[in-house]
């Protein structure tokens, strides 16, 4: 029974006087709100599967920190997102695939740059320059194969910490201490 039927019945037995028993009245077993899964695969959107997120965010938590409130990764067709908020930095972080480098933060307050929070921000950067690569290579085919090997040319495993994080000196500009 669809709505207007509903409604048609209601008003039917409201003008005739009748009351309208429990029986009467058909259960609606159709649902019209979309799940999310549903919502998920309309736009061609998958997410990875829990143990595999965990996963990563442990990963994450080993290289950057240890205070972060992940959000779900999210796989597309043509790219990969995943985001978070740096809970004692207070700033929310975004990884996309879809650009040269799409490693993003915001906040809302101001950020007071101690050298912590400037490490933070490396090891985001550098984490995002590793979890690029491996998504890539996820994403496109490529197998985890072609990363070993990088990584066993480079002398082991690609950590943050073996990129070269400078913060914008140039080579042959004077050290002033503040990375310009």
Request: aromatic share 8%.
């Amino acid at each position: 029974m669809n709505e207007r039927e509903f409604l048609k019945k209601i008003r039917n037995l409201q003008e005739s006087g009748k009351k309208i028993g429990l029986t009467e009245m058909p259960i609606i077993t159709e649902k019209k709100e979309k799940s999310v899964i549903q919502l998920l695969m309309e736009n061609n959107i998958q997410t990875i599967e829990p143990d595999e997120q965990r996963e990563e965010e442990n990963k994450f938590k080993d290289i950057v920190s240890k205070l972060v409130k992940f959000n779900p990764i999210k796989v597309h067709t043509e790219n990969v997102e995943w985001s978070g908020h740096l809970i004692r930095e207070n700033i929310d972080w975004y990884f996309s695939l879809d650009d040269t480098i799409g490693c993003y933060i915001d906040t809302t307050e101001l950020i007071q740059l101690r050298d912590e929070t400037l490490e933070v921000l490396k090891k985001l950067r550098g984490y995002y320059d590793v979890w690029s690569d491996e998504w890539s290579n996820r994403l496109t085919g490529g197998s985890s194969e072609e990363t070993s090997d990088m990584d066993m040319d480079m002398g082991g495993e690609t950590t943050p910490e073996d990129m070269d994080m400078d913060m914008g000196a140039e080579e042959g500009d004077e050290d002033t201490g503040f990375g310009f």
